[in-house]
DNA sequence: CTTTAGCACTTTCCTTTCTTAAGTGCTAAC
DNA sequence: GTTAGCACTTAAGAAAGGAAAGTGCTAAAG
């Protein structure tokens, strides 16, 4: 249906547009394809009957339409290496030992963000389905304790707990001591339940002012949230790309930037890296989101690059490829 | 220098240029002072002169300048008690007894933020002044444990730490006896230093894979940050104002909202609640920020407001007046 | 059958020109 | 001190014109 050099010109279009931000046209084109403008002019024509090329208006140069990039994400970039310097950047992150996976994790996509100028999102698992390690009680004064609970694959999260009535520190430590023999090992979704039917009867025979505890930990532990650590760098980035030039898209972006479900419209549902051109993105018209899940021996999360349609798709591509390699095989290093 | 009615029609065009964002005419006030709008205008004009009124062009109506807003906030307002449905909002938080104080500081700002929509933000106190309470270690998996760090005021923080070499549990154990020991009630500040001259010397006689384990901790908890924790409320609400119309000015304030830093611009001085206008604010000459510091017994922290110039000063510093008194108070209950 | 030169045509973008509406400043009279 | 009246200024929007960029189409050339 399309032959080589429309391939060819399809490609130089789009990696131009990519460039410059500026519809193409078919004079610019001529040196690097040694024919007249009137024979690109022939070509484009197809490639907009395709559907791949758009005009802004009828008399402008072509510019990419989503199918074409989304065409030439698929059959027509070249990913290659990552390059020296983007590498001299990042390398150093993961061969510092010093630094934790999950630091680790958000510095390279700091840097990621930085690099291209787009904006970078690291998503942290949830603990939804992890279980409970341990909980730690830790009296901060006469009516306030601080409850710690740490989860099996190490989430840590705490609360303070403000007890209304003065609890004698020995009855606080017994319960705990209950906390810990019965619901260690449970998953944390079943905490609350837990809690409700099976230590409830129990522990008016252990403590003597029970309820006044056992309302504040069924408070503390039965919150602990399963919300998602959500991590943008460079969110202001976006805003610099000539395409955020009206006063409307830069407000509907940034809403969306701080939406609450960010999380779920962001998630990745895919173990290698995916493109999502505009509307496959389902987050926003605009822009391209790559994505890609990583894991680890002890978490799983997602980490996603949001720029304009007009991104630099090789290098981003090549980008998260090489920090899941490099998150992915870290960490097992580690195990 | 300035009259009553002066002072008057200043009131009136302030307080209508704050409804409505436009420039206000002699004639609109005509009936209000029952007179004509010449007289007015030649009021306006005084106005003018000592520098409280301006005009957007030569034949506009006038609007408020810095040093009107300012004189209005000193002289002119009048806050009045809170009103009924603001009441009805906030009431409810301080009420709830389950909500510990930090959670009820976050959630009235949020409210606040959605009723007045402007941007709310409530800025922690470090935990630089604290002293270590305890230091806790679970182990996780065979080469990772987590530290927690936990200080007198009840600041909790944790990191992971990953053994590059396989340690005894029994050898963990034993060093986090040692650290408890001697950091317990060391102020954070000086974690590092102790970390490094008294604990290494003793450490290796204690445990045998010393370098390891010491290696792993210095790393860990002289890192514990120091950094505030910072939380907004309705960053987007911003950008409904009016006064957000032009692309430039809405980069140019996501940015500062973005940037890293945030918190010492907004960080408050004084204890009770102040209004800083335009450049007042040395944030940004478009926004007024109204803060006050609170302080509970274990804690203290800003509380701030930030909107257009053309802000609603009588409400907003009210309800902030409103939430700073039932921190304090409902906290020293706790007490 | 493909490529190209040539040209008419269209749109954007920038200026210029008008017109209208809003609101002021000033003057002179009350 | 207040007011009526009027000239004057500006913003904002519509209308008109011209230049620049780039296309589509046609017909000729390869």
Redesign the interface.
């Known amino acids: 249906m399309i032959n080589t050099r429309q391939n060819d010109i399809l490609k130089a279009i789009i990696e131009e547009y990519i460039k410059t931000a500026r519809p193409v046209s078919s004079k610019s084109l001529c040196k690097k394809f040694k024919c007249s403008s009137a024979t690109i002019r022939n070509d484009m024509m197809v490639l907009e009957n395709v559907g791949y090329l758009e005009k802004t208006h009828i008399s402008s140069g072509r510019i990419p339409s989503e199918e074409g990039y989304r065409y030439y994400v698929d059959h027509l970039m070249e990913p290659k290496d990552i390059t020296g310097s983007d590498m001299l950047k990042l390398q150093t992150i993961f061969s510092n030992?010093?630094l934790?996976?999950?630091d680790a994790i958000s510095k390279s996509l700091e840097i990621i963000a930085d690099m291209t100028n787009y904006t970078s999102v690291v998503l942290g698992s949830s603990a939804k389905d992890n279980t409970l390690?341990?909980v730690?009680v830790?009296p901060?004064?006469e009516?306030?304790i601080?409850a710690?609970v740490?989860t099996?694959?190490?989430h840590?999260e705490?609360?303070?707990?403000?007890l209304?009535e003065r609890v004698d520190s020995k009855e606080v430590m017994k319960a705990t001591e209950l906390l810990n023999k019965m619901l260690v090992g449970t998953p944390l979704t079943e905490v609350g339940s837990k809690l409700e039917y099976d230590i409830k009867p129990i522990i008016s025979n252990y403590v003597k002012n029970y309820e006044v505890l056992y309302n504040a930990f069924y408070?503390a532990l039965s919150n602990f949230t399963e919300e998602k650590s959500v991590k943008f760098s460079g969110?202001?980035n976006m805003?610099?790309q000539p395409e955020?030039?009206?006063?409307d898209d830069?407000?509907n972006i940034?809403?969306k930037f701080?939406s609450k479900d960010i999380v779920n419209k962001i998630e990745g549902t895919d173990n290698e890296v995916k493109v999502y051109i505009g509307k496959e993105s389902e987050f926003d018209d605009n822009v391209t989101i790559v994505k890609t899940k990583y894991k680890t021996?002890?978490d799983e999360g997602t980490i996603a690059v949001i720029g304009p349609k007009r991104m630099e798709y090789e290098r981003v591509v090549t980008l998260l490829e090489y920090i899941k390699k490099n998150i992915e095989e870290n960490s097992n290093e580690?195990?």
């Open positions: 030992k010093q934790d996976i999950n390690k341990k730690e830790v901060i004064s009516s306030k601080i710690i740490i099996d694959k190490g840590v705490n609360k303070e707990i403000t209304s408070e969110k202001v805003l610099k955020f030039d009206k006063v830069v407000k940034i809403s701080e021996p002890s580690e195990k």
